[in-house]
Nanobody, 120 residues
Framework: VQLVESGGGSVQAEGSLRLSCAAS????????MGWFRQAPGKEREGVAV????????NYVDSVKGRFTISRDNAKNTPYLQMNSLQAEDTAMYYC???????????????WGQGTQVTVS
Protein backbone atom coordinates (compact mmCIF):
# COMPACT_ATOMS: atom_id res chain seq x y z
CA VAL A 1 0.00 0.00 0.00
CA GLN A 2 1.66 3.21 -1.11
CA LEU A 3 -0.93 5.90 -0.27
CA VAL A 4 -2.83 5.84 3.01
CA GLU A 5 -5.31 8.59 3.86
CA SER A 6 -6.34 9.67 7.33
CA GLY A 7 -8.16 12.51 9.02
CA GLY A 8 -11.68 11.97 7.81
CA GLY A 9 -14.67 11.95 10.12
CA SER A 10 -17.99 13.54 10.92
CA VAL A 11 -18.27 17.28 11.42
CA GLN A 12 -20.99 19.87 11.61
CA ALA A 13 -21.48 22.42 8.87
CA GLU A 14 -18.92 25.25 8.99
CA GLY A 15 -16.49 22.95 10.76
CA SER A 16 -12.99 21.97 9.66
CA LEU A 17 -10.99 18.84 8.99
CA ARG A 18 -7.47 18.19 7.81
CA LEU A 19 -6.81 15.17 5.67
CA SER A 20 -3.37 13.58 5.46
CA CYS A 21 -1.93 11.01 3.10
CA ALA A 22 1.09 8.94 4.01
CA ALA A 23 2.99 8.28 0.81
CA SER A 24 6.04 6.26 -0.11
CA UNK A 25 9.10 8.36 -0.81
CA UNK A 26 9.34 7.41 -4.47
CA UNK A 27 5.75 8.31 -5.20
CA UNK A 28 5.76 11.51 -3.21
CA UNK A 29 9.02 12.89 -4.57
CA UNK A 30 8.27 12.18 -8.21
CA UNK A 31 4.59 12.98 -8.63
CA UNK A 32 2.03 15.68 -8.38
CA MET A 33 -0.35 14.95 -5.55
CA GLY A 34 -4.08 15.34 -5.69
CA TRP A 35 -7.17 15.00 -3.57
CA PHE A 36 -10.32 13.65 -5.14
CA ARG A 37 -13.76 12.87 -3.78
CA GLN A 38 -16.69 10.71 -4.67
CA ALA A 39 -20.17 11.05 -3.24
CA PRO A 40 -22.71 8.20 -3.48
CA GLY A 41 -24.15 8.01 -6.96
CA LYS A 42 -21.73 10.57 -8.37
CA GLU A 43 -18.54 10.40 -10.36
CA ARG A 44 -15.19 10.91 -8.72
CA GLU A 45 -14.05 14.51 -9.05
CA GLY A 46 -10.80 16.31 -8.57
CA VAL A 47 -10.79 18.64 -5.57
CA ALA A 48 -7.25 19.99 -5.31
CA VAL A 49 -3.85 19.25 -6.75
CA UNK A 50 -0.30 20.37 -6.04
CA UNK A 51 2.89 20.14 -8.05
CA UNK A 52 6.01 18.37 -6.88
CA UNK A 53 7.63 21.65 -5.90
CA UNK A 54 4.50 23.11 -4.29
CA UNK A 55 4.73 26.07 -6.66
CA UNK A 56 1.52 25.30 -8.48
CA UNK A 57 -1.89 24.36 -7.15
CA ASN A 58 -5.35 24.04 -8.62
CA TYR A 59 -8.78 23.68 -7.07
CA VAL A 60 -12.25 22.83 -8.23
CA ASP A 61 -14.37 25.98 -8.12
CA SER A 62 -16.66 24.69 -5.37
CA VAL A 63 -13.84 24.57 -2.79
CA LYS A 64 -11.83 27.66 -3.70
CA GLY A 65 -11.32 29.85 -0.66
CA ARG A 66 -12.29 27.02 1.70
CA PHE A 67 -9.80 24.21 1.04
CA THR A 68 -6.02 24.39 0.96
CA ILE A 69 -3.69 21.72 -0.36
CA SER A 70 -0.10 21.51 0.81
CA ARG A 71 2.72 19.00 1.01
CA ASP A 72 5.41 18.36 3.61
CA ASN A 73 8.48 17.08 1.84
CA ALA A 74 10.15 15.99 5.07
CA LYS A 75 7.22 13.73 5.92
CA ASN A 76 6.28 12.59 2.39
CA THR A 77 2.78 13.76 3.18
CA PRO A 78 0.26 15.88 1.30
CA TYR A 79 -2.51 17.56 3.25
CA LEU A 80 -5.94 18.93 2.53
CA GLN A 81 -7.11 21.55 4.99
CA MET A 82 -10.88 21.86 4.70
CA ASN A 83 -12.63 24.80 6.30
CA SER A 84 -16.23 25.98 6.22
CA LEU A 85 -17.38 22.48 5.35
CA GLN A 86 -20.83 22.10 3.89
CA ALA A 87 -23.17 19.13 3.50
CA GLU A 88 -22.30 18.95 -0.19
CA ASP A 89 -18.69 18.23 0.75
CA THR A 90 -19.78 14.86 2.14
CA ALA A 91 -17.93 12.18 0.21
CA MET A 92 -15.17 9.62 0.27
CA TYR A 93 -11.92 11.51 -0.19
CA TYR A 94 -9.01 9.93 -2.02
CA CYS A 95 -5.35 10.83 -2.24
CA UNK A 96 -3.69 10.24 -5.61
CA UNK A 97 -0.35 10.68 -7.31
CA UNK A 98 0.17 11.47 -10.96
CA UNK A 99 2.48 12.95 -13.54
CA UNK A 100 0.60 16.15 -14.29
CA UNK A 101 -1.04 18.84 -12.24
CA UNK A 102 -4.55 18.07 -13.30
CA UNK A 103 -7.98 17.62 -11.77
CA UNK A 104 -8.72 14.78 -14.16
CA UNK A 105 -9.05 11.34 -12.60
CA UNK A 106 -7.30 9.76 -15.57
CA UNK A 107 -4.11 11.72 -14.97
CA UNK A 108 -3.36 9.81 -11.77
CA UNK A 109 -1.65 6.44 -11.49
CA UNK A 110 -1.64 5.76 -7.77
CA TRP A 111 -4.63 5.87 -5.45
CA GLY A 112 -5.30 5.44 -1.78
CA GLN A 113 -8.25 3.60 -0.28
CA GLY A 114 -10.05 6.74 0.80
CA THR A 115 -11.24 8.37 3.99
CA GLN A 116 -14.86 9.29 4.62
CA VAL A 117 -15.90 12.88 5.31
CA THR A 118 -19.44 13.46 6.52
CA VAL A 119 -20.82 16.95 7.09
CA SER A 120 -24.17 17.40 8.79
Amino acid sequence: VQLVESGGGSVQAEGSLRLSCAASGYIFNNHCMGWFRQAPGKEREGVAVISTGSDNTNYVDSVKGRFTISRDNAKNTPYLQMNSLQAEDTAMYYCAAGGAISLRVGAYNYWGQGTQVTVS
